[in-house]
């Protein structure tokens, strides 16, 4: 089982909806929980961190389900700048390191 | 502050030929990590490391060196270059936290390597 795994999409929506990506993960003792942006060809940004439960920053939450071992990212009101790719990221395995999902790109439309 | 920064950010090589690729932070982090990213894909990690002197292994480190010998500087070198090594690179810095916790990851803006 890989260590993070999302939804790749595209997920193609207009303008003003509302979108949730999701994201499962294998490493049940994770405490740290992330939601990268990424622009193409460009590095990856922090979105959103997730220690607990969940964060909400704007038109933008985080949600934790510890049990089910998922990530969901909810971005309301969508805007044209939000088309990018979203990368999950938690602790790996056995490393001192994050792993990244393979991302879910979104596409907002006019 | 410049944060983190990649030399070169561009290269083709041809297969055999070697090189090294430059990350340089001045945030004082501790944790210091190298990543491949190719089309369509997430990023993978190829080598890290979590001090001074120190490295280990990632996920793909197969012709793949790397070196720590300043706090700032993370180097990864190719040996022999090959095709399937056609990818970009990100190096990425982490400031210590508390155990089993992460703060952010701050990213350099990659080099974009072709091999011929």
């Given at each position: 089982?890989?260590?993070?795994?999302?939804?790749?999409?595209?997920?193609?929506?207009?303008?003003?909806?509302?979108?949730?990506?999701?994201?499962?993960?294998?490493?049940?003792?994770?405490?740290?929980?992330?939601?990268?942006?990424?622009?193409?060809?460009?590095?990856?940004?922090?979105?959103?961190?997730?220690?607990?439960?969940g964060n909400e920053d704007?038109?933008?939450?985080?949600?934790?389900?510890?049990?089910?071992?998922?990530?969901?990212?909810?971005?309301?009101?969508?805007?044209?700048?939000?088309?990018?790719?979203?990368?999950?990221?938690?602790?790996?395995?056995?490393?001192?390191?994050?792993?990244?999902?393979?991302?879910?790109?979104?596409?907002?439309?006019? | 502050?410049?944060?983190?920064?990649?030399?070169?950010?561009?290269?083709?090589?041809?297969?055999?030929?070697?090189?090294?690729?430059?990350?340089?932070?001045?945030?004082?982090?501790?944790?210091?990590?190298?990543?491949?990213?190719?089309?369509?894909?997430?990023?993978?990690?190829?080598?890290?490391?979590?001090?001074?002197?120190?490295?280990?292994?990632?996920?793909?480190?197969?012709?793949?060196?790397?070196?720590?010998?300043?706090?700032?500087?993370?180097?990864l070198g190719l040996e022999?270059?090959?095709?399937?090594?056609?990818?970009?690179?990100?190096?990425?810095?982490?400031?210590?936290?508390?155990?089993?916790?992460?703060?952010?990851?701050?990213?350099?803006?990659?080099?974009?390597?072709?091999?011929?």
């Amino acid at each position: 089982r890989k260590e993070v795994e999302q939804d790749p999409g595209p997920f193609n929506v207009p303008e003003g909806a509302t979108v949730a990506f999701n994201c499962t993960y294998s490493n049940s003792a994770s405490q740290s929980f992330f939601w990268y942006r990424q622009d193409c060809r460009k590095e990856p940004k922090l979105l959103m961190s997730v220690y607990s439960s969940g964060n909400e920053d704007g038109r933008f939450t985080a949600q934790l389900n510890r049990a089910s071992q998922y990530i969901s990212l909810l971005i309301r009101d969508s805007k044209l700048s939000d088309s990018a790719t979203y990368l999950c990221v938690v602790p790996f395995t056995g490393r001192r390191a994050l792993t990244f999902g393979s991302g879910t790109r979104l596409q907002v439309q006019p | 502050n410049a944060g983190v920064t990649q030399t070169p950010k561009f290269r083709v090589l041809k297969t055999g030929q070697s090189m090294t690729l430059l990350c340089a932070q001045d945030m004082n982090h501790e944790y210091m990590y190298w990543y491949r990213q190719d089309p369509g894909m997430g990023l993978r990690l190829i080598h890290y490391s979590v001090g001074e002197g120190t490295t280990a292994k990632g996920e793909v480190p197969d012709g793949y060196n790397v070196s720590r010998l300043k706090k700032q500087n993370f180097l990864l070198g190719l040996e022999s270059a090959a095709p399937s090594q056609t990818s970009v690179y990100f190096c990425a810095s982490i400031p210590r936290g508390p155990p089993i916790t992460y703060n952010e990851q701050f990213f350099g803006p990659g080099t974009r390597l072709t091999v011929l």
